[in-house]
């Protein structure tokens, strides 16, 4: 288990939103194509997201609160494992995607809601220094 804000830990985020099949999909809920040909599928998707309440401690808790988020949450019944990821539209500017992996190391631990919040927070203060 590597650190939130260690380099590997926001590399290995960074690589799962850009696999093919979670990454685009993001993507296209948050980009340009939501406007066009599914635009009222993906309308409907980043609804169901945005009114999501199961990921109020998780990303969404590390963001700032004029943002429009929408996220996907999933918890593992072993490690502690809670598999977050998130569209988050700031009040200027493209959408930004998050995801947000994280496991404990006792089989029998709990989730820790913090870790991914803390790395949405640590994420985002990254993202500002560089807008």
Known sequence: MHSPTSRRALLAAAALAALPGCGSLLRRLGGPSAITGYARAHGEVLAWMRKATTGTTRIR??????????????????????????????????????????????????????????TATRLHEALRRTM
Request: glycine share 12%; net charge positive.
């Open 61 to 118: 808790a590390g963001l700032p609160r004029d943002w429009t988020i929408g996220d996907k949450t999933a918890t593992g019944g072993t490690y502690g494992t809670a598999n977050d990821v998130a569209i988050a539209h700031p009040p200027t500017g493209g959408p930004l995607i998050f995801a947000v992996y994280t496991n404990r190391r006792r089989k029998s631990a709990d989730r820790h809601d913090a870790t991914p919040a803390k």
